[in-house]
Every structure is written in structure tokens, then in C-alpha cells.
């Protein structure tokens, strides 16, 4: 049986985020510099959309770039920012043609002027598709992003429009980046590191989390199906018993 025939359709999970890890351990390997693992890093991106697409997935947050990444040497960075807007560039036909509606959560006032521009532009392309959808988060930080949240959810309260006591799960929900996209059930890791770097932090509260070796350049569709049978596999319990959660289903 292929991995696709192995996968219960009716089971898969509504959201599958990424952590791409490994592009610059993988060109080191390779005896490249670090910008070639990034540009062989976006060719795993395009096969991992594609499969997301084929196999029926609801959505797909990648970690594309995180406010941390900010600090790397500027050469870098202006490297990755190149190769998102040629990506983008390249890629945005195939969105639309492919029905993937691309969405992106992130700090962007720090993004330059250029991505941001083409992000929106391509954002706007693929607005009304109803396929797969393609969250990328791009100068994404989740602390940020609660603060974010806790700052609006104060200005509701001292306005008057909100009452402190109202303030819930679904509250704060509302004010995230994320608003609207269901949490993230199954949460990918690639290049054997075992940290959660600052990535949804409240989103990912119940999500199961898989960890694989293999660097994000080398990891293939395969990986990605077997990613999702091993969680097909697992009994989620959010808190509750075995025997509970087997006398539901
Ligand atoms: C981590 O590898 C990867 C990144 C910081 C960037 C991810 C970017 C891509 C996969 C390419 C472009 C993306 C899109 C959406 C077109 P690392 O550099 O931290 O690797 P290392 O830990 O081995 O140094």
C-alpha cells in the first residue's frame, strides 16, 4: 500500500504546522553555503503544498521566518527575503491554478517595503480559492503575538466594549493572528531539534508533536504522508481517560 492509500481521509487532521529545520546543516553537509540550503529548502516547501493540496488538508502553517531570524548576518537575511518574493513570484500562478488560498501571520510592518508588497499582492491573488489553505509565518514571533493580543484585548476593556470577566478562550482567540483558523493538531518538526521556538505557542496546547532527523531540504511527501499516519495512529485524550474517550467513538 502506498503511504497516500494508507491515510484515513476521514481522519486527517483539519491543521498541520512546520517547523522547516535544517537548510543550513543540510548545505553544510553538501559543502554549500547556507543560501543554497534555503533555495533547496523552498523546492520541500513546493512538494509539501503540493501533497497538502492533493491529499485534501484544510491548512498548512509554515514557519517561513521568525523575528529571531532577524538577527542573523544580513546577508542571510536579505537572502531569504529574495527568495520568498522570487517564490512567490514563481509560485503565485500555481496557487490560484492549484485553488490554495495563501494567508501569512507575522509582524510584517518589519518586513521591506518590497515583500510586503508582493505577500499582499499574492494574498489578494489567491483570495478567492477554496482549497487548501497556506498560512506562512513570516517575521512570526508567538510572544509577540500574545502580547498583541493582550494590548487589544485591553483597549476593548478600558473602552468600555468589553468586560473583564468576558475575557475567555474564545476572547483571545479572536484577537490573534490566527483568528478564525482552527488550532494546529499536528505539529512537525524537522532536523532532530526538540524545541517549539517561540511557534504558536497557545495554539499548539493540544496539538500531538512529530520529530524527524531528516534536515527540511531532504525531507520528502513521503515523510510528510507518514508524518500524518503516525498521527492517525495516536489516541488523543485531551485530559480525559482512555476508556473515556473509546466509549465516545
Ligand atoms: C531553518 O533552517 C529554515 C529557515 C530559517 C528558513 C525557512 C525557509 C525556507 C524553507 C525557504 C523559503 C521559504 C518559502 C516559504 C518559499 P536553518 O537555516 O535554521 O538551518 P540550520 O539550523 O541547519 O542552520
New binding site residues.
Partial sequence: MTFVEQIDKQKLPRHVAI??????????KHGKN?VY??????K???EIVKISGEIGLEYLT?????ME?WN?PKM?VDA?MA??VS??NS?TKELVKNNVKLLSIGNHDILPKNVRKKLYDAIDATSKNTGLKLV?S?SYSAKWEILEAVKKISKQVIEGKLDIDEINENVFDENLSTKGIPHPELMIRT?G?YRISNFLLWQLAYAEFYFTPK???EFTKEDFLEAIIDFQRRERRFGKTSEQVKQKS
Fill in positions: 517547523i522547516m529545520d535544517g537548510n543550513g546543516r543540510w548545505a553544510n547556507r540550503g534555503h533555495k533547496q529548502g523552498a520541500t516547501v513546493k509554515l514557519y517561513a521566518f521568525s531570524n542573523r542571510e531569504l527568495l520568498l517564490s512567490i509560485e506562512l513570516l532536523s531539534e534536515l527540511w531540504p
